[in-house]
């Protein structure tokens, strides 16, 4: 079965300092995988994907993520966070067989001033 | 390019009632439009896929006739919910793909319905 696991529920960094926003994933075959921000009361904002290619994926707003097949992770990165970067992040999955899309269950990420 | 609207953003409606909630593509022509629920601080749940032309396809648990998808166009995908009741009360969001770009979809806003 496919899923996605985002294990922290919460994360919490200071503004200036790195953060990452961690994201597992279980598909059969090999993945297309996104991550994607959501504002209060908005829809989702495309962040950045990973198609093929460069394991290192680089996205909107200083973001980027790394996919990694051996540990079938997709972490979200950004060098130093901003407070505007606050929100909830979403990691997703698609298998290249199928359309649909597999959300975790989302990280709410705060940036401290 | 790649612009998903949903109207209306907001909607209020008293319990029995329905509404109907729509998802267009503005400037492509989508060949599979998404329906989602999702609850506060909850990730998203798929209700639902429709092609254009044919039935949508529920998932499981989703009741289809209570909650009606009609896609009718390439550009147009609407959710209707049918006597509503409180527990319907959802931040309901819609995604489309495109021909040749058939691993990403593309969000809409999202429209908040509260059933009162």
């Known amino acids: 079965a496919q899923s996605v696991a985002q294990p922290e529920d919460q994360v919490n960094v200071a503004e200036g300092n790195p953060l990452t926003v961690k994201c597992t994933y279980s598909v059969s075959g090999n993945p297309y995988l996104f991550w994607y921000v959501q504002y209060p009361n908005r829809g989702l904002q495309f962040l950045l994907k990973?198609?093929?290619?460069?394991?290192l994926v680089k996205g909107s707003y200083g973001f980027e993520a790394e996919f990694n097949k051996s540990q079938t992770s997709f972490h979200l990165k950004k060098p130093s966070a901003l407070v505007s970067d606050s929100a909830l992040y979403f990691c997703a999955v698609r298998d290249k067989r199928g359309n649909q899309f597999y959300f975790g269950t989302g990280t709410s990420l705060t940036v401290i001033p | 390019g790649a612009v998903v609207s949903q109207h209306p953003s907001r909607v209020i409606c008293k319990s029995g009632t329905s509404v109907k909630i729509e998802c267009r593509s503005l400037?492509?022509?989508?060949?599979?439009m998404f329906w989602y629920r999702q609850f506060p601080k909850q990730s998203l749940m798929l209700m639902a896929t429709s092609n254009e032309g044919s039935k949508a396809t529920y998932e499981q648990g989703v009741e289809k006739d209570k909650f009606l998808i009609n896609h009718a166009s390439l550009t147009l995908s609407t959710l209707t919910v049918t006597s509503a009741h409180p527990e319907d009360s959802s931040f309901y969001i819609c995604?489309?793909?495109?021909?040749?770009?058939?691993?990403?979809?593309?969000f809409g806003p999202g429209t908040r319905l509260t059933v009162t």
């Open positions: 995604s489309a793909s495109r021909p040749g770009f058939s691993y990403e979809q593309y």
């Open positions: 990973y198609i093929t290619g460069d394991n």
């Open positions: 400037d492509f022509q989508a060949t599979t």
